[in-house]
């Protein structure tokens, strides 16, 4: 292994490989060395991604099934000009690392980074093997990989079942996003529906509260579900996590300090919404204005959200932390009354002003106040 290194990234999830990705596809890795560091030697499909953007196959050859229309309070919605996309995180990281094969200037590195320290001239990194050099670190992780678990008030946890069903077919052209026909039991509690095929699909209960679900409490919900609607099934695969639901990597600066070396990305440099979780796509264009900043040799960028966005975000956590049993009536309102495609392009952070008030006006106003009255307080 080589001591020294132009770049190394710790983490080959998803923010890792992106960078990677980018940083070939625009050519700093052509005279430069790169080493991806991973300590999770079994990391292999170890999560599912959805996320939705404008209808473009060729930007997205790992996704396997996408829906031009969601179920939203029984109805289908067509989402144009979104399309709501499924990749298998195993497709995702074959995909970049095959790219990334065929560079022999990407290095690996199969163990934990122990440390990393930035000096003037370099960010000295230290590895079981020993030391090494880069002059830029970038590193992801969990969230509780650097504030701990008890740093966390509020959880998105969720419970699926990929299933064949042995008996009837699913109708593939429209997923079911959230649907909260389903015992709240005090939390905000709501269903997954992702039909991948007329007989198999990703079913899934998600629910947001200060302690997550536990396999057990998902899989007898599953099962009551299943049982419910009729659906005789095998259970193909489980896919059991809870994100946390925090403002805590927020960025209020659009760039990163000019003699920066240690550079977080992922979850680290805040790519999750605090209410939703997505990521997914932030980390990609994260990683890619990453390059672009490398290239031009311009100040490195953060995952900057506009402060209003902020704002949105911190009071419907703390609606969700301190009524937790309202999330079902807001989220409904909320559905029944605004097109999905606005509720999308809001969630992306693209909606204006005009666009927002229309989005709160049709909610529960009084809630909002009084919850803003309390946030005020905390
Ligand atoms: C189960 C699950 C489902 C999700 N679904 C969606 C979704 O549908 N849509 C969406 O947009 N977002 C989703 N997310 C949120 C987000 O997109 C993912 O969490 C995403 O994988 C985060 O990427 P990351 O690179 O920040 O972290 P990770 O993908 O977790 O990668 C970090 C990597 O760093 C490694 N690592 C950590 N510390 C070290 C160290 N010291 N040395 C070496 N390696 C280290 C870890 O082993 C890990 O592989 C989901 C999250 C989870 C957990």
């Not at 934990?112 to 370099?122: C, L, P, R, W």
């Amino acid at each position: 292994m080589r001591s020294s290194y132009q770049y190394i990234i710790q983490g080959a999830g998803a923010s890792g490989l992106w960078l990677a990705y980018w940083l070939d596809q625009f050519g700093l890795l052509q005279n430069h060395h790169l080493l991806i560091a991973e300590g999770d030697l079994n990391k292999v499909n170890d999560r599912t991604w959805c996320f939705w953007t404008p209808i473009d196959e060729a930007e997205f050859p790992f996704v396997d099934k996408r829906w031009t229309s969601l179920r939203v309070q029984n109805a289908n919605q067509v989402i144009d000009p979104y399309a709501y996309c499924h990749t298998r995180s195993q497709d995702f990281y074959g995909w970049v690392k095959n790219k990334l094969s065929q560079n022999p200037n990407i290095h690996w590195y199969k163990g934990y980074i122990e440390q990393a320290k930035a000096s003037q001239e370099y960010v000295e990194v230290q590895t079981a093997e020993g030391k090494l050099q880069a002059q830029y670190f970038f590193r992801s992780g969990q969230l509780t990989d650097f504030q701990g678990p008890d740093a966390i008030s509020l959880w998105q946890s969720f419970v699926g079942w990929r299933i064949r069903l042995d008996q009837g077919t699913w109708d593939t052209k429209s997923a079911t996003l959230m649907d909260f026909s389903i015992p709240q039991a005090h939390a905000t509690r709501f269903l997954y529906v992702l039909p991948i095929a007329e007989n198999e699909g990703l079913v899934e209960v998600t629910q947001f509260h200060a302690s997550p679900l536990t396999v057990a409490e998902g899989e007898e919900m599953l099962a009551e579900i299943c049982k419910e609607r009729g659906w005789k099934c095998s259970i193909l695969e489980v896919e059991c996590n809870a994100i946390p639901m925090s403002s805590v990597f927020n960025q209020t600066e659009k760039v990163t300090q000019s003699n920066a070396r240690i550079i977080p990305i992922g979850v680290a440099a805040g790519a999750l919404k605090p209410t939703t979780g997505y990521g997914f796509l932030a980390m990609r264009k994260h990683a890619r204005e990453l390059a672009i900043a490398l290239k031009n040799k311009k100040p490195l960028p953060t995952i900057y959200r506009k402060r209003r966005f902020r704002f949105y975000d911190a009071l419907l956590l703390h609606m969700l932390s301190s009524t937790p049993h309202r999330g079902k009536a807001i989220f409904e309102r909320l559905f029944s009354r605004q097109p999905a495609t606005r509720i999308l392009k809001f969630l992306d952070e693209k909606t204006s002003i005009w666009e927002e008030l229309r989005i709160f006006s049709s909610l529960q106003v009084s809630w909002f106040l009084k919850a803003l009255v309390t946030y005020g307080k905390g």
